[in-house]
T-cell receptor, first 113, second 109 residues
Framework: DADVTQTPRNRITKTGKRIMLECSQT?????MYWYRQDPGLGLRLIYY???????NKGEISDGYSVSRQAQAKFSLSLESAIPNQTALYFC????????????FGEGSRLTVL | TQLLEQSPQFLSIQEGENLTVYCNSS?????LQWYRQEPGEGPVLLVT?????EVKKLKRLTFQFGDARKDSSLHITAAQPGDTGLYLC?????????FGTGTSLTVIP
């Protein structure tokens, strides 16, 4: 089983719908991140959390919200999806004692029609 | 505004050729990482460079961190089809990771 698991892996939805992407990890890491990947733009940070009580906005947080339900769970919500939120979304974790490596899930491909 | 610019954006070469990918910024970073991403998967860390001028080798891959810690390069010798993927540089500053625009490499058998 993957250390960082994302669900769903693929989702097609319509404009205006609420969508939740979920992430769970078994690495025991405190730090969790949500990134968005678009061709030619690399990975851009949406939100990050350094522990259960800590939530921080990244560079492109508008239109998104997050919830850190437990150390192992970090979900990303789109309250009212729009077509330019069509992208590949990645959850990642890192250890609090060593920011040397990000561990990524396999990604969630979201299409908003 | 992209903090890290990678070049080239796309690269298609024949098996056995050499190539270099560049990652540039106007900012100084505490360290810089290179990740490789294969289709349908998340990025996986290849290397972290920390010291200005540092060179690290991973089999046929050579990574260099610029003296001023603002840029880095990845050189692949005798590319193999298994090297195909998206290569991403990432700058580590404070508690954050900032990713480059990516280089998509295709190695043709």
């Amino acid at each position: 089983d993957a250390d960082v698991t994302q669900t769903p892996r693929n989702r097609i939805t319509k404009t205006g719908k609420r969508i939740m992407l979920e992430c769970s990890q078994t690495k025991g890491h405190d730090r969790m991140y949500w990134y968005r990947q678009d061709p030619g733009l690399g990975l851009r940070l949406i939100y990050y959390s350094f522990d259960v009580k800590d939530i921080n906005k990244g560079e492109i947080s508008d239109g998104y919200s997050v919830s850190r339900q437990a150390q192992a769970k970090f979900s990303l919500s789109l309250e009212s999806a729009i077509p330019n939120q069509t992208a590949l979304y990645f959850c990642a974790t890192s250890a609090a004692w060593d920011t040397g490596e990000l561990f990524f899930g396999e990604g969630s491909r979201l299409t908003v029609l | 505004t992209q903090l890290l610019e990678q070049s080239p954006q796309f690269l298609s070469i024949q098996e056995g050729e050499n190539l270099t990918v560049y990652c540039n910024s106007s900012s100084v970073f505490s360290s810089l990482q290179w990740y490789r991403q294969e289709p349908g998967e998340g990025p996986v860390l290849l290397v972290t460079v920390v010291t200005g001028g540092e060179v690290k080798k991973l089999k046929r891959l050579t990574f260099q961190f610029g003296d001023a810690r603002k840029d880095s390069s990845l050189h692949i010798t005798a590319a193999q089809p298994g090297d195909t993927g998206l290569y991403l540089c990432a700058a580590v500053t404070g508690n954050q990771f900032y990713f480059g625009t990516g280089t998509s490499l295709t190695v043709i058998p």
